[in-house]
């Protein structure tokens, strides 16, 4: 990977790139006024101590196995009906659920517009409304810091990215401020490992989750008196069960895995001068049904509250240089009876710094002090989270193109 | 390998104009019907949120390059933030699949013409620059 990024072919291209990025009159940004392309590349560098963050080449001279490139097409097909597809291309360090994916390919029919509203709906594979954050998860620009807050999830991103099926969404401006609300139901079919790594620790032949069943809601509210100040709460429902049933793994016969999950996310931003001042709080009970043969196996307990919240403070030091500070805590098992150890939960502090070099380049620092390991991403041969040490720290260094 | 270098090499030297402006005017497509906009609104039209004028015609949003100095002034005077700022809204748009960015053309007589001929268009232009066959809008408070 070294040798990719310090090959001669590598920095001509990119010096190649740098340059017409100056360059604005050579852009067509348009490929026709209703058809448009955006697309981003970034490419990172994960050095952490004591404890490897998605590859075990974080440790020791860091890793440059993190790379994402995304490309979204966009089709205006009459002022009311719009076609969005967008690909994306990702690996990050030996993660399963690394590859090639469509995470986006929707029809939108904006029925309702008008001066006080806009509304419509979404048909085919949409993102997820969830939070501040979900739905753009994947674009460095707009995500706070490199690394996303825990309450995220991205040791199961494909689960919270998008869904298949259908999203009603409205927008309302009333006398009191803008409310807007997201309401989408729909299945997901999982191309990865990530509810096998979580739920059995790891991939066993013969026995998948498959299929997510997925509904959920999102309302945000902007105070029309307090300009700058958003509320937000969203609900994910995702339920799946291990096929086929009953299926042998390990010497035992799992009879029944069913996996049922509801997260409300409390989330509010006040935005004032060049501050962002941001808080969200999630809340998740998990309700697995499990049944194995024979009967006396120790599983994953029936009932796994959740619990996680962050403070985060962003400046905008000047248009172009921006910082971030956060801080922020994940405990994945409330009820001390199921915790494993005392460093399966997490606390992080984290700083990060975002220098916009360019219209199109930008530069990210991130550096996170962690303490416990429930935020670890589980990936092949990782092993067991309670065997590393308690206390981590995390650097990160990313730069980004954006074709705009 | 040479191509794409020399490709990039050409196009910075082909830069395009600069253009210095200190204030921006607000013009629209005639079929608006629509000479005032309140900052809200016009606020609202280029974070792609408001998609219909009073009169019930699609507006359609057109926009210079982030580099332009007119976008810039534009932004910053008009929409009371920042290029980047701005950029980073319609990215989400578009990457989160919610909507599109506005259409972004190289220069600003690209921009007028295309005022000029689109039905429900809005755009911008330095003050003082000659234009007909649009309707200039005032932006209040």
């Known amino acids: 990977m070294l040798t990719f990024i310090t090959s001669s072919r590598t920095k001509k291209i990119l010096f190649a790139l740098f340059l017409i990025s100056n360059s604005p009159s050579i852009w067509a940004y348009a490929i026709t006024p209703e058809l448009e392309l955006k697309a981003f590349v970034a490419q990172d560098y994960v050095y952490t101590n004591n404890n490897p963050y998605a590859t075990d080449d974080t440790l020791g001279d860091g890793s440059f196995d993190f790379r994402e490139a995304g490309l979204n097409l966009n089709w205006n097909v009459t002022p009311k009906v719009r076609f969005n597809v967008q690909a994306l291309a990702r690996q990050e360090g030996e993660m399963t659920a690394n590859g090639l994916t469509l995470d986006l390919a929707l029809l939108d029919y904006n029925f309702l517009q008008t001066l006080s509203q806009d509304g419509g709906v979404r048909l085919g594979r949409v993102k997820t409304p969830y939070g501040f954050y979900n739905d753009s998860r994947d674009l460095p620009s707009a995500r706070p810091g490199v690394f996303l807050p825990s309450i995220y999830f991205n040791n199961i991103r494909s689960l919270m990215l998008s869904t298949d099926g259908i999203n009603f969404y409205d927008t309302l401006e009333l006398e009191q401020g803008t409310l807007s609300f997201d309401l989408y139901y729909g299945q997901r079919q999982l191309e990865d490992s990530t509810l096998e790594y979580k739920y059995l620790s790891q991939d066993y032949d013969g026995a998948d989750f498959n299929k997510l069943d997925k509904v959920g809601l999102k309302f945000q509210f902007e105070p029309a008196h307090i300009q700058g100040l958003s509320f937000a709460y969203s609900l994910l429902h995702i339920e799946s069960n291990i096929t086929p049933a009953p299926v042998e793994v390990d010497g035992l016969t799992v009879n029944k895995f069913e996996v049922q999950t509801i997260h409300h996310l409390l989330s509010v931003q006040y935005r004032f001068n060049n501050v962002i001042l941001t808080a969200e709080g999630m809340r998740a009970k998990n309700h697995v049904k499990s049944s194995f043969t024979p009967d006396n196996i120790v599983t994953v307990p029936e009932y796994l509250d959740a619990e996680g919240y962050y403070l985060q403070a962003e400046w905008a030091i000047s248009p172009k240089l921006s910082t971030l500070v956060r801080y922020e805590e994940y405990t994945p098992y409330l009820d001390p009876r199921y915790k494993l150890n005392s460093n399966y939960s997490s606390n992080s502090y984290n700083f990060a710094i975002r220098w916009n070099l360019t219209p199109n380049w930008m530069l990210q620092a991130h550096y996170a002090q962690h303490e416990g390991n429930a935020d670890l991403p589980a990936y092949p041969g990782l092993g067991s989270v309670t065997d590393f040490g308690k206390s981590w720290d995390i650097f990160a260094l990313q730069i980004s193109y954006q074709l705009n | ?141």
């Not at chain 2, 016009?42 to 100095?69: C, D, H, Q």
């Not at chain 2, 909507?99 to 809005?122: D, F, M, R």
């Open chain 2, 1 to 141: 390998m040479k191509r794409p270098f020399i490709l990039g090499l050409l196009c910075f030297i082909c830069s395009g104009q600069v253009y210095a402006a200190n204030e921006v005017q607000v013009i629209s497509n005639p079929l608006s019907d629509t000479q005032t906009l309140s900052a809200d609104m016009l606020k609202r039209i280029y974070t792609m949120k408001l998609k219909v004028w009073p009169n019930g015609t699609p507006v359609k949003v057109f926009a210079l390059p982030s580099r332009n100095e007119v976008h810039q002034a534009f932004v910053k005077e008009l929409l009371n933030s920042n290029t980047y700022q701005l950029d980073r809204v319609w990215n989400r748009l578009a990457f989160s699949g919610r909507g599109s960015s506005p259409i972004v053309v190289g220069n600003i007589e690209e921009l007028l013409e295309k005022v000029q001929t689109t039905p429900g268009a809005i755009g911008y232009l330095p003050v003082g620059m000659r234009v007909q066959k649009v309707l200039s809008i005032k932006v209040g408070q």
